[in-house]
């Protein structure tokens, strides 16, 4: 048999995007049982509703074994996009009906379908910078140009978005943003800067794509309604998931979208990308996400323990890291953000020590679009326990004083 | 609340190649309890292995539900992997590590994925014509320009394989094959045309993508080694699927290559397109695939019951069709093809007249790449009783009958 080389293949052009992250590779490392990583965004698996799931599953398997093992249609099981379309009215104030619900593998299969639907190759997407790093790939696997825009402590700012909207030679083909506890600075966008952006895009007429994986792990403060059900609102996509509430193993999150062209091709590109989302899962999601007052239950709970975890990571930043660090205190989610007092701090360098003293997180610097901020860092608080969050902000905070 | 129209968004340009089907809507009013349809590729769900699932669910529930429920790495779930790397070589002979075995969401995924990776709008993909629809849809989904070649009672015609090759001013990016009881026609490639096809490819240095989700439906006749495991073979990638062979509703199927640097972008691709395949229905199918003696006795039994209807579906067709009227006889998997006796009859129309007699099929045209064989239907034999194939067949045969 001939072994053939790796030369003898031509790939796409977007594989020179599309690359796998070094950090990837050094994290790889820290996956051992003696590292405390900070640098997933896993939930909490103790937390997982295990039993719950287990009734659900022996149900579904006995009642409705057919729907769960044969294959389904494209948009989703219906049951459950007909329960997403009263969820999302009353937990962000969308108003959608089911059949504007598609069900996907994740909601990192939204970002991928609307980037296929949407970009051709140099076409520009607008982010917050940071941005989340999955939907900064998803954009690049279609080799759109993706353009940053700062933030100020309300969220991203309106100026530079009207800016950016002027200056542009063709018009962006969306916004992306997390306006929940975002990923990764773990920041909210405020009431008045939502109503703001909505209204520019909308008077643009800017599709605004808005992810919200985080939007029901709150600590404090009031729910806040999605950009696409402010007062002033143009064309949207909202993506949301079970990963973050329920299990991230099974992979079910949905995009909704007020516009019905776009609603059809991201079917037809559903199709011809995997056919459909499992059945059996999309049931098992159902089965918990229907059983209301459980499910607001564990929701709080959920909170309840997370909230904890970042006030302990809170005072451990207070009580170990040099003085000129700065860090984000979200009121909700998975992550907060970390910046050094130092600018010509390298956060990538810092892994690698970090690593050898058996704690980890993700540096900044992949996050960014634009201006590299070198000297920050990513920590999740949802997936160590109290001890460790203290034992390992330690080991963290210990490394860094040793370096100022 | 603004209304946006669909005139306000630019979708991408493959959206234009990319178009939900003419049939799919027609199909669509022929899934009433009442049509016998013979259109869909859905397997028997009378024989899913319901309550081997039941047990397997409850056991990985109990005992791993935390690898279940949480996150997994891209590239799948190790176990099943290693099962795979063992499997491929018995089933096929292919000789792959499980390190070179990716898991996707069905081997659709891992078509569109493998188009992700290699193609660039203008990309020539060489296929058999008539080709499996879900293909050419994920190579048309990246502008691809698909060339269709002609088989003869072996499979694929090697001289036109030869003058495609020859032909062509830029190489081909690869050649996509199902070589056992092939989607849409239930035909398969001789054993001496597998090795002429994977030495032309071999000699061209030309990537093969054999697709084989039916290969265990085998009726008759000795398992083939597939192109990747000929003698002479040059670049390849395999896909398979538990979509025949346990259920399709959970969405596992694999890629498998002998290329390193391919399978190293295929797993970026697919972090980028989904994160992971379902940790928990990885664990499920694992469970199964796993019990090598049930497994065996599950396929053999799914084989015997497929047999019984496919030599139905020929008989019927022998008594109900009009002379000059052909069918293939697959010696396994889920479909046959059949050729109506005038070259001007258009399967489309009848189709529409199909569903108004409660009998469904699909019309040959759109698996046609080139030449359009608009007398041609694709018939399903799983997915219906013997009894219902007898009823379905006769109603078909008389309207047939009635045009011809």
């Known amino acids: ?84 379309s009263g969820y999302l009215n009353e937990t962000v104030g969308l108003r959608v ?57 309300e969220g991203l700012r309106a100026d530079l978005l009207e800016q950016a909207l002027s200056a542009l030679s063709a018009p962006p083909k969306f916004l992306y943003l997390i306006c929940n506890y975002q990923n990764p600075t773990g920041t909210s966008m405020s009431a008045a800067r939502r109503q703001d952006i909505a209204e520019i895009a909308a008077r643009h007429n800017l599709l605004v794509v808005e992810d919200d994986p985080y939007g029901r792990l709150r600590f404090e403060g009031g729910p806040e309604r999605a950009l696409g059900a402010q007062s002033k609102s143009g064309p949207w996509a909202y993506l949301g998931s079970t990963s973050k509430i329920l299990a991230p193993g099974l992979r ?70 040099p003085e000129g660090t700065h860090w984000t205190r979200p009121s909700g989610g998975l992550f907060l953000w970390v910046t050094l007092p130092r600018e010509t701090t390298d956060t990538l360098s810092l892994l690698r020590r970090a690593a050898s003293h058996q704690v980890a997180f993700v540096p900044g610097a992949p996050f960014c679009v634009g201006q590299i901020l070198s000297n920050a860092l990513r920590l999740n608080f949802s997936n160590a326990s109290e001890e460790n969050i203290r034992k390992g902000i330690r080991r963290l905070g210990g490394l860094v004083r040793s370096e100022s």
């Open 252 to 321: 079910v999150g949905w995009v909704a979208t007020s516009h019905a062209g776009l609603f059809e091709r991201l079917v037809t590109a559903k199709q011809a990308t995997d056919l459909q989302t499992g059945s059996f899962t999309q049931r098992l999601v159902f089965a918990l996400l229907n059983r209301g007052e459980w499910l607001d239950q564990h929701i709080a709970n959920l909170c309840e323990v997370y909230r904890k975890r970042r006030d302990v990571m809170l005072q451990s930043l207070e009580s170990q890291m």
């Open 97 to 153: 009906k089911a059949g504007s619900v598609l069900i996907t593998q994740g909601s990192q299969q939204g970002l991928d379908l609307l980037a296929k639907v949407l970009l051709d190759p140099g076409d520009v997407v607008l982010v917050e910078t940071p941005a989340y790093l999955g939907a900064l790939q998803a954009f690049q696997s279609y080799q759109a140009k993706v353009v940053g825009l700062a933030s100020d402590e």
């Open 1 to 84: 048999m001939n072994a053939p080389t790796d030369k003898e293949i031509v790939f796409a052009s977007r594989m020179a995007q599309l690359r796998p992250s070094a950090i990837r590779e050094i994290l790889k490392t820290t996956e051992a049982p003696d590292v405390i990583s900070f640098a997933g965004g896993l939930p909490a698996p103790e937390l997982f509703p295990t039993e719950t799931f287990q009734v659900a599953a022996r149900t579904i398997l006995s009642g409705d074994s057919t729907g769960a093992l044969q294959y389904g249609v494209t948009e989703g099981y219906t049951p459950l996009r007909e329960w997403l």
